[in-house]
């Protein structure tokens, strides 16, 4: 059974759009603990599609924007996510061949997702914060819009 992530200050690594994408996989982790064991496969594939689909995509997004402020541990922080992108995919290839994998996928996310952020993206943020103050910026032609763009849309 996956018990709910309760969002806190603790979890925030003080970049706003980081931690609005770690808001929403939490809200993606807690969808999932509401369906619970008894949902109907099809609404519980269709989430955890969502949720690999979007954690993919900040994955991409965090990456391209460490690139960009010339983070030196790049190549670490995408070891570490490509590492957890293949327990996922093998997650999901036993989800797709029948197994019931809904606790397992929520469980992993919960751990990985609040450790991650506690050492590995505490890690990257104040380079971020000094070398792309235009971060927390919201002029649509900025690096961080377009890039939002690219990724999200």
């Known amino acids: 059974m996956i018990s709910k992530v309760t969002w806190s200050e603790e979890l925030e690594i003080g970049i706003n759009v980081i931690d609005n994408q770690h808001r929403r ?8 603990a ?8 099809a609404q519980v594939a269709e989430l955890i599609d969502s949720l690999v689909d979007y954690t993919y995509s900040h994955f991409a997004f965090e990456e391209a924007l460490m690139e960009e402020a010339g983070y030196e541990y790049l190549t670490v922080h995408q070891r570490t ?6 327990r996922v995919q093998d997650l999901h290839q036993r989800f797709q061949t029948g197994e019931q ?8 996310l919960q751990t990985w997702l609040i450790n991650h952020i506690m050492d590995d993206d505490r890690s990257y943020a ?8 235009v ?5 649509s032609g900025n690096w961080l819009s377009r ?3 690219r990724f999200f849309n």
Request: proline content about 7%; aromatic content about 4%.
């Open 135 to 139: 971060v927390e910026a919201h002029d």
């Open 81 to 86: 996510h490509e590492a957890f992108n293949q």
């Open 25 to 32: 996989i939490v809200d993606y982790i807690n969808v999932l």
């Open 34 to 41: 509401d369906l619970g064991e008894d949902a109907p496969r």
């Open 147 to 149: 890039t939002l763009h």
């Open 101 to 108: 994998i809904g606790s397992e996928i929520g469980q992993l």
């Open 126 to 133: 104040p380079v971020v914060k000094r070398e792309m103050p």
